[in-house]
């Protein structure tokens, strides 16, 4: 086919594949166990499964509503107010997403504009920033401290200002597994009071935490709730991450915005699947028992590794763990995630990628949703080294 020839314009010229399809390519390639992208090792549960397909061949096949079926909205409507207190109405403060990414894609489009300024803290997942790029508006990068990636909100502070529009906010955080605490909430709450900034809560793994400790959801803080959109994810909670959906929370003026925008990306998502999730949400129990299903599989997995060359600390939250290698190698860390699946059959993540400045600190990111089987496996070939 003959090529175009007029000059192409890219709007995001920095960007590349993803690390994480990179990553899972290589994997692919030379036969390794993948331990770099986050998604879970195992089936989902079987009811689920069944509930999706009764629902297809009740005819639930066409178009949902565009924020999402109203049985659905309000299931979630109920447990947000079971687990944290805060009440959502299902009508104006709902919207079922296709997925997380959509979600936060979304309401940085609908509520961010050109030359505003957002605020994201770093190590970051890799779909904001582009996010940002996209609305026109300036990125104003924060980095947690290295040693347990923990915000200095004094320094936080020097970086708001009359122009920050929105403040990204991820906890339990992906790539390092730390998880706010509630006085780093309360800081939050403190530093946006009497402001006209946006908090977007990027809250995927909320059920995923460990050592007894709580989520600290946004809208458990009405001071903070009334100008917070908060993302979840079915595919975290449910080993679906397939199926690609999610939902957004959010006061009733800011949803408005969000679905503005929103009726235009997507308009809606998977109706059999909405209304599967609208009748397993009734089973409690299968994310009440998650954080306790994840923390055993989080210490298996560390376990493998005492007495290695490598270093950790336990991860809070999410289901990755990172692992230190500077006794073992002084590369950077892209070419030491390389070799490792080249040579040794482990695929991770590099954790600089997760840096605007890709800043190495010989730290990769390994996923533990896994089978044990396959965690044994991998930590064999790893402790070798």
């Given at each position: 086919?003959?090529?175009?020839?007029?000059?192409?314009?890219?709007?995001?010229?920095?960007?590349?594949?993803?690390?994480?399809?990179?990553m899972?390519a290589?994997?692919?390639e030379?036969?390794?166990?993948n331990?770099?992208?986050?998604?879970?090792?195992?089936?989902?549960?079987?009811?689920?499964?069944?509930?999706?397909?009764?629902?297809?061949?009740?005819?639930?096949?066409?178009?949902?509503p565009?924020?999402?079926?109203?049985?659905?909205r309000?299931?979630?409507?109920?447990k947000?107010a079971?687990l944290?207190g805060?009440e959502?109405?299902?009508?104006t403060?709902?919207?079922?997403?296709?997925?997380?990414?959509?979600?936060?894609?979304?309401?940085?489009?609908?509520?961010?504009?050109?030359?505003?300024?957002?605020?994201v803290?770093?190590?970051?997942?890799?779909?904001?920033?582009?996010?940002?790029?996209?609305?026109?508006?300036?990125?104003?990068?924060f980095?947690?401290?290295?040693?347990?990636?923990?915000?200095n909100?004094?320094?936080?502070?020097?970086?708001?200002?009359?122009?920050t529009?929105?403040?990204?906010?991820?906890?339990?955080?992906?790539?390092?597994?730390?998880?706010?605490s509630e006085?780093d909430?309360?800081?939050?709450?403190?530093?946006?009071?009497?402001?006209?900034?946006?908090?977007?809560?990027?809250?995927?793994?909320?059920?995923?935490?460990?050592?007894?400790?709580?989520?600290?959801?946004?809208?458990?803080?009405?001071?903070?709730?009334?100008?917070?959109?908060?993302?979840s994810?079915?595919?975290?909670?449910?080993?679906?991450?397939?199926?690609?959906?999610?939902?957004?929370?959010?006061?009733?003026?800011?949803?408005k915005?969000?679905?503005?925008?929103?009726?235009?990306?997507?308009?809606?998502?998977?109706?059999?699947?909405?209304?599967?999730?609208?009748?397993?949400?009734?089973?409690k129990?299968?994310?009440?028992?998650?954080?306790a299903?994840?923390?055993?599989?989080?210490?298996?997995?560390?376990?493998?590794?005492?007495?290695s060359?490598?270093?950790?600390?336990?991860?809070?939250?999410?289901?990755?763990?990172l692992?230190?290698?500077?006794?073992?190698?002084?590369?950077?860390?892209?070419?030491?995630?390389?070799?490792?699946?080249?040579?040794?059959?482990?695929?991770?993540?590099?954790?600089?990628?997760?840096y605007?400045?890709?800043?190495?600190?010989?730290?990769?990111?390994?996923?533990?949703?896994?089978?044990?089987?396959?965690l044994?496996?991998?930590?064999?070939?790893?402790?070798?080294l």
């Amino acid at each position: 086919m003959p090529s175009y020839k007029s000059s192409i314009y890219s709007k995001l010229p920095a960007v590349n594949t993803s690390i994480f399809s990179v990553m899972s390519a290589l994997s692919a390639e030379h036969g390794a166990i993948n331990l770099s992208q986050g998604f879970p090792g195992f089936d989902c549960d079987d009811q689920l499964k069944e509930l999706v397909n009764k629902a297809m061949q009740a005819g639930n096949n066409q178009y949902a509503p565009m924020p999402g079926l109203m049985v659905l909205r309000e299931a979630i409507a109920e447990k947000t107010a079971n687990l944290y207190g805060a009440e959502y109405d299902p009508e104006t403060e709902v919207t079922i997403t296709a997925g997380a990414t959509q979600a936060i894609y979304t309401a940085i489009s609908a509520l961010v504009k050109e030359g505003e300024e957002v605020i994201v803290i770093e190590p970051a997942y890799d779909c904001y920033l582009p996010a940002i790029e996209l609305a026109g508006a300036k990125p104003v990068f924060f980095q947690l401290q290295q040693d347990d990636f923990s915000i200095n909100w004094t320094e936080f502070l020097k970086i708001v200002n009359p122009r920050t529009r929105m403040i990204i906010i991820n906890s339990p955080h992906n790539p390092s597994g730390a998880v706010l605490s509630e006085n780093d909430i309360r800081q939050l709450e403190k530093l946006t009071k009497n402001t006209e900034i946006i908090i977007l809560s990027d809250e995927v793994y909320e059920h995923i935490i460990f050592d007894g400790q709580s989520h600290f959801s946004m809208c458990r803080f009405p001071a903070l709730a009334e100008r917070s959109l908060i993302v979840s994810s079915f595919g975290k909670t449910y080993h679906t991450t397939g199926w690609k959906m999610g939902y957004c929370l959010g006061p009733a003026n800011l949803m408005k915005e969000f679905r503005k925008v929103h009726q235009f990306v997507v308009f809606s998502v998977n109706t059999p699947v909405q209304v599967a999730y609208a009748e397993f949400l009734k089973k409690k129990e299968a994310y009440e028992q998650l954080a306790a299903f994840y923390q055993q599989k989080r210490d298996f997995f560390n376990r493998l590794f005492e007495g290695s060359r490598f270093t950790l600390k336990p991860a809070a939250g999410t289901y990755f763990q990172l692992l230190g290698y500077s006794k073992i190698s002084e590369e950077d860390d892209v070419n030491f995630a390389r070799r490792l699946t080249i040579e040794h059959g482990v695929a991770s993540i590099p954790v600089s990628v997760f840096y605007h400045k890709k800043r190495d600190s010989r730290l990769l990111r390994f996923c533990f949703a896994k089978n044990e089987d396959e965690l044994e496996r991998a930590a064999e070939k790893l402790i070798k080294l």
